[in-house]
C-alpha cells in the first residue's frame, strides 16, 4: 500500500509561486497515474490536474491550466506541482492522490495566497 505524503505550502503573496512536493514510500510511484487535488476552505475537493505512470499524458483543470505545472521523477518516487503566479482564490489546502477523486491522498499541505 502506497503511503503519500505532501510538503512545500507556505504563505505566499500574489503572483509568487510555490513547489509542492508528494514523497510515497511502500510501493512504487510508477505503477500509478497520480493526482493534485485541493480543498479551499468550506468547499469541495477539487482535481487540478493528473498525471500518468512515465509522464507523457498530462491534463489541467481550466482553473490552473497556464500557471501550474506537474511532474514526476519515479526514481525519487516523488510527484511534484510548480505553482505560479498564484492567487488568492488559489490558496487551499493540496493533497496528491492515487486517484482523480483524491482516493489514497496524504494529509495536504496548506498553501496561503494572501498580501
Known amino acids: 500500500q502506497v503511503q503519500l505524503v505532501e510538503s512545500g505550502g507556505g504563505l505566499v503573496q500574489p503572483g509568487g509561486s510555490l513547489r509542492l512536493s508528494c514523497v510515497a514510500s511502500?510501493?512504487?510511484?510508477?505503477?500509478?497515474?497520480m493526482y493534485w487535488l485541493r480543498q479551499a476552505p468550506g468547499g469541495p475537493l477539487e482535481w487540478i490536474s493528473g498525471?500518468?505512470?512515465?509522464?507523457?499524458?498530462?491534463y489541467y483543470a481550466d482553473s490552473v491550466q497556464g500557471r501550474f505545472t506537474i511532474s514526476r521523477d519515479n526514481n525519487k518516487n516523488t510527484l511534484y506541482l510548480q505553482m505560479n503566479s498564484l492567487k488568492p482564490e488559489d490558496t487551499a489546502l493540496y493533497y496528491c492522490?492515487?486517484?482523480?477523486?483524491?482516493?489514497?491522498r496524504g494529509p495536504g499541505t496548506q498553501v496561503t495566497v494572501s498580501s
Open positions: 492522490a492515487l486517484d482523480e477523486d483524491g482516493g489514497g
Open positions: 511502500g510501493n512504487s510511484l510508477s505503477n500509478y497515474w
Open positions: 498525471i500518468n505512470e512515465v509522464g507523457g499524458d498530462i
